[in-house]
């Protein structure tokens, strides 16, 4: 403990690999010093967090731009989150994580797993949050994300790349697509998704890299909706996806055709 205080100043990034539950004390004396140059926090093995570990954390961290917590869920048992005086706690997690302007004011780099699980109104706090995010990935389920938020969300113009590991509903590409500044996106799986709600995609003139698993026989794109996608009009191509792209993955894709084939590598 004395040899961490000690380097405490001097460290840039730091990742803890917690084994005990939380609650802990012994965590939480490691927050006790001030770590101004710490820029890269990973706490993702941290399954719960408590408010008060979290009023630490961030003024332990004040400078942190990329956080990982990865790991946090809503503890689903009663008995326990009852013992700990947690079981309304969530609520007011996420209005400290997300309203609280002394939270982690320079971050800019998120990593979370299932937003859902931080209560119902986590979702919109999320892409309401006063921060000028540049990077975003939540893991798993997203689909209860409302992304017509990201239409007034402070960071529409900041974000750069944006990792789902879920499928996201079909109408939510709209919104993606007003995403102007994206230079990547990644999205685990889409489900049924037809052709005139993949064209809004087209709108990412800036993106480089794209990553889309398409569902496989659950798709409902057709070759004429991924040419349209990736067909370049003859004036001011700069403006239209993909005239950036540098990589690109649409697997599980059953109706690429060979035409389908030659627009994208023509394009």
Same mark, same amino acid.
């Given at each position: 403990m004395e040899n961490f205080f000690q380097a405490a100043h001097h460290l840039r990034k730091?990742?803890?690999?917690?084994?005990?539950?939380?609650?802990?004390?012994?965590?939480?004396?490691?927050?006790?010093?001030c770590m101004p140059n710490v820029s890269?926090?990973?706490i993702s093995s941290f399954n719960d967090i408590s408010i008060?570990?979290?009023?630490?954390?961030?003024?332990?961290?004040?400078?942190?731009?990329?956080?990982?917590?990865?790991? +946090?869920?809503?503890?689903?048992?009663?008995?326990?989150?009852?013992?700990?005086?947690d079981s309304n706690k969530w609520p007011e997690f996420m209005k400290v994580l997300f309203d609280d302007e002394h939270t982690f004011?320079?971050?800019?780099?998120? !990593?979370?797993?299932?937003?859902?699980?931080?209560?119902?109104?986590?979702?919109?706090?999320?892409?309401?949050?006063?921060?000028?995010?540049?990077? +975003?990935?939540?893991?798993?389920?997203? #689909?209860?994300?409302?992304?017509?938020?990201?239409?007034?969300?402070p960071f529409k113009s900041t974000l750069t790349e944006l990792y789902l590991g879920w499928?996201?509903?079909?109408q939510d590409f709209r919104y993606i697509g007003e995403l102007h500044n994206l230079k990547i996106f990644s999205l685990l799986l889409c489900?049924? #998704?037809?052709?005139?709600? !993949?064209?809004?995609?087209?709108?990412l003139s800036n993106l480089e890299e794209l990553y889309i698993s398409c569902g496989g026989e659950d798709c409902d794109l057709t070759p004429d909706g991924i040419i349209a996608l990736f067909d370049l009009p003859y004036e001011m191509p700069e403006r239209s996806f993909p005239y950036k792209l540098r990589s690109l993955a649409l697997t599980d894709l059953h109706?690429?055709?060979k035409e389908v084939l030659e627009v994208i590598v023509r394009k």
């Open positions: 730091l990742c803890i690999d917690c084994a005990v539950s939380l609650p802990s004390a012994a965590v939480e004396d490691l927050f006790t010093v890269h926090l990973d008060d570990l979290l009023l630490r954390l961030a003024g332990c961290f004040p400078n942190v731009e990329t956080l990982h917590i990865e790991g +946090l869920r809503q503890c689903s048992d009663k008995a326990d989150a009852c013992e700990h005086g004011p320079k971050l800019r780099n998120f !990593f979370m797993d299932d937003i859902s699980k931080c209560g119902p109104g986590a979702p919109a706090k999320l892409l309401s949050w006063n921060r000028p995010l540049e990077i +975003l990935r939540l893991k798993h389920e997203v #689909t209860s994300i409302n992304f017509y938020g990201l239409i007034t969300s499928y996201i509903n079909n489900l049924h #998704t037809r052709d005139e709600e !993949f064209i809004h995609l087209k709108k109706m690429c055709h």
